[in-house]
């Protein structure tokens, strides 16, 4: 797996319709207003790749420890309800002006996974995010971008999970084409210039901006870009030890879902132009 060890690690919340609302997190986000009514409610750390205790507004020590893993995820010690979130991460590289950026330019996308803790009550999204190693979900075969706009590769691509669970293969996450998202192209790389440039430290959002200044401005980031719909299956089952995770993206114009299913069963034959993370929980 690719390190992203010196990447700045970040998420958007709500940028699929729905998905807030099934995963119990709308709540969270009841004062947050928002321009658009369809745009994403804020972005959120999931890793930060710098010593958070130089920090003006210091973030959870937590925040610091490496979460990916293309392999596994490990269930947290405490006794809390765990889910999968099927998504895009987009690997961007940053420019800065004047300490804000200027502006993102994604280079590579592939099936990522914003595992999250299910627990009402949490302060902040990032508590819910990173629990420690093996929290996160990329996948080793990231895919080339083109250009991050329409007429792109990524116009062919759609994304699907699966959870196999005692021998048996299940649904997870609705299979949807990534145009599918609120915001994506240069729309969404716009919000999120100017979300971490202005984004406050309120309810359960965070001042990212003071973040990147603490980590002397990395220059590249890996992003996810939002959970999609869940299955009635996946919407109502926690993870569990034993499980077996997959988030796949695939082109929709050469391949079917019957085509994922096989390369799921016999990993050997993917195609080298599907993103496959498959994760073993522990």
Partial sequence: MKDFSNFLGLGIA??????????????DFKDIITEDEAAPKGMFPFYLPCKTESASKRPRPILSTYPLSSQKIQLPREQVNVQAE???GLVCDIEYKDGLIAKITPTHFGAYNDCSIREA??????DKKNWGQNSKGIAQQLLDIDKFTQGGIMDAYAICSFLRRDGKLHAYGEDVELNGYSYFYEKLTDWIINQINTQKDFGPLEDIKSYIKACNYPQKALISIGATRYTPYGE????????ELFVVLYNKNK??????TNALNTPATAPKNMSILAQKVI
Avoid at 14 to 23: I, M, P, S, V
Avoid at 121 to 126: C, L, N, P, V
Avoid at 236 to 243: A, C, E, H, N, V
Avoid at 255 to 260: A, I, R
């Fill in 121 to 126: 009550g949490r302060e902040k999204i990032s």
């Fill in 86 to 88: 099927p998504e895009v």
């Fill in 14 to 27: 709500g940028n699929f319709a729905l998905h807030l609302d099934q995963a119990g997190e709308a709540e």
């Fill in 236 to 243: 109502s089952t926690f993870l569990q030890s034993g499980d």
């Fill in 255 to 260: 391949h079917s879902l019957n085509d994922v």
